[in-house]
């Protein structure tokens, strides 16, 4: 399923939510907006800051990591949402490494299909291959699972054990251990999830979580990469345990792309019109791998409510991908960073019922592994509206399927 479709079916699975919430399940324990700004993580510390928070608030942490410099730069790489769009990503990457010309990221950061992705991009090129088993084996199609009779009575309509099963093959103590060692090094691994209840933006220091060696550290990693994939009303959220004021509570996390379609810095930063002169001192190269696309795509909307507010809302999260790429851009411009983009501009089948088809990611993958090997696949700026151009849907020869940008 393209993005704009994925996100047009979640509206809509939304509403149905809405609609039936009076089904759902037993009542959660009370808290106050006070309260969640000091919730720990039992055995953890400084592992998560408030992407909008300020400096002075609690659980802000450190909102700007400071790793090392190496050869004289630092290469943070920002990896998007965009559902099965991932797979564009993956073979951006693996088609990076055949070029020779990848680096080692000193930070990644990853949400939703992005922080799926992101574990295997901070450890590197030795883990191509899984990448792309990943998003081409067919393992994906595993995880629509719905549970039409449960999903409507609880908090989500697709079994979300495919989703925790996929997690643990690839997440392992192994795969940790090399993290935390990475971590050591200064070297910055961040996950974005949206906490529910605060309608806010957490990022999760993934290698701290990994170096801190709790005996849950496994259980919560994989909860936060889970959380951040988690499409909202399709899988339920990740119930999170937290303490506040001596008071056990869950949290409730999920997909990290409802409040941010990418992360390349706190909020604060990015709004600020003030250079930091330590900032800009510093040599960055920032890297944004958009699993999605950011031109307009011309539809006929059906003239219905459901059409309407599909279309309405997936206007609305292509424009914040947009608005979140220009405020990287711009941020870039204010500190001398070096700005690098790439993402999804060319039109791909896919078929609507089959939302994680393997041949449809298998083409995004190869679209992916070849831009990377082209000459200069990087944008060096934003494209401009009006340099845009409206990519035309219709009926393509293959029954059951349209043309889409994804």
């Known amino acids: 399923m393209s993005p704009r479709r994925y996100w047009c079916v979640s509206f809509s699975l939304v509403i149905l939510m809405v609609m039936l919430s009076g089904c759902a399940s037993p009542p959660r324990a009370p808290l106050t907006a006070e309260a969640q700004k000091t919730a720990k993580i039992d055995g953890f510390s400084k592992i998560r800051f408030w992407g909008d928070g300020s400096a002075d608030e609690p659980n802000s942490g450190t909102p700007v990591p400071n790793p090392p410099i190496r050869s004289g730069r630092i290469s943070y790489l920002a990896l998007s949402g965009g559902g099965s769009g991932g797979a564009f990503g993956a073979g951006i990457l ?6 020779g010309t990848r680096p080692t990221f000193d930070v990644v950061s990853g949400v939703s299909t992005g922080a799926l992705t992101a574990p295997f991009a901070f450890l590197g090129p030795t883990y191509d291959p899984a990448l792309r088993e990943v998003y081409t084996s067919g393992i994906a199609e595993t995880l629509v699972s719905p549970r039409p009779i449960m999903g409507l009575a ?25 993290i935390a ?8 691994l961040l996950v974005v999830t949206t906490n529910l209840d605060a309608q806010r933006t957490v990022i999760w220091d993934m290698g701290e979580i990994a170096a801190q060696g709790h005996k849950q550290a496994l259980t919560l990693f994989r909860n936060v990469l889970i959380a951040s ?20 509570f869950q949290e409730m996390h999920s997909d990290g792309g409802a409040t941010t379609q990418l992360f390349t810095a706190p909020e604060t930063l990015l709004a600020s019109t003030r250079v930091n002169p330590h900032i800009k001192s510093k ?124």
Do not use: C
């Open 94 to 99: 693996a088609g990076w490494t055949v070029a």
């Open 181 to 188: 060692a990475e971590h050591s090094k200064g070297r910055r």
């Open 283 to 406: 040599r960055i190269d920032l890297y944004i791998i958009l699993n999605n696309m950011l031109d307009p795509e011309f539809e006929v909307v059906k003239s219905n409510t459901l059409a309407i507010a599909g279309r309405a809302y997936s206007t609305l999260i292509k424009t914040h991908a947009r608005s979140a790429v220009n405020a990287a851009y711009t941020l870039t411009q204010r500190t001398g960073f070096g700005f690098n983009l790439t993402y999804i501009d060319q039109v791909v089948p896919y078929s609507i019922s089959d939302p994680f088809n393997t041949q449809y990611m298998r083409r995004l993958f190869t679209i992916g592994y070849e831009k990377a090997q082209s000459v200069d696949f990087w944008n060096k700026s934003p494209p401009a509206v009006s340099s845009r151009t409206y990519a035309l849907q219709g009926q393509s020869s293959l029954g059951g399927f349209r043309r889409d940008n994804r």
């Open 229 to 248: 994939a988690s499409i909202p009303a399709v899988f339920p959220p990740v119930m999170i345990d937290v303490t506040v004021e001596g008071k056990r």
């Open 154 to 178: 609880g908090s989500g309509l697709w079994d979300p054990a495919p989703l925790r099963r996929l997690v643990e093959h690839y997440v392992t103590n192994d795969m940790l251990q090399q």
